[in-house]
């Protein structure tokens, strides 16, 4: 079993900057994709980042160029960094990880941004 704790969410202004962290840990063999998605209030969850094991990223058309994706494989950790937020990117951000052929699901951090 992996559990997944992500931190880093809270309160800021339009413009301004967060970094979240999602830390694994666990009976670990191997960690293979890890990702980022977010849920605002009445909408489907979307996905937000995706990173590999080879270190390849990806990203929703809405946060490239200003979110940024990466991971720290010794410490089984993903990192979000969200700069230039919007009102737009309010919403539970939940980290996702493929582990030896399964998903995992953190318990998500609120970002808000207030305009």
């Known amino acids: 079993q992996v559990q997944l704790v992500e931190s880093g969410g809270g309160l800021v202004q339009a413009g301004e900057s967060l970094r979240l962290s999602c830390v694994a840990s666990g009976r670990i063999f191997s960690i293979d994709a890890m990702s980022w998605y977010r849920q605002a209030p009445g909408k489907q969850r979307e996905l937000v980042a995706t990173?590999?094991?080879?270190?390849?990223?990806s990203y929703a058309d809405s946060v490239k160029g200003r979110f940024t994706i990466s991971r720290d494989n010794a410490k089984n950790t993903v990192y979000l960094q969200m700069n230039s937020l919007k009102p737009e990117d309010t919403a539970v951000y939940y980290c996702r990880v493929l582990a030896s052929g399964r998903i995992y699901w953190g318990q998500g951090t609120q970002v808000t941004v207030t305009s």
């Open positions: 990173i590999n094991s080879g270190g390849s990223t």
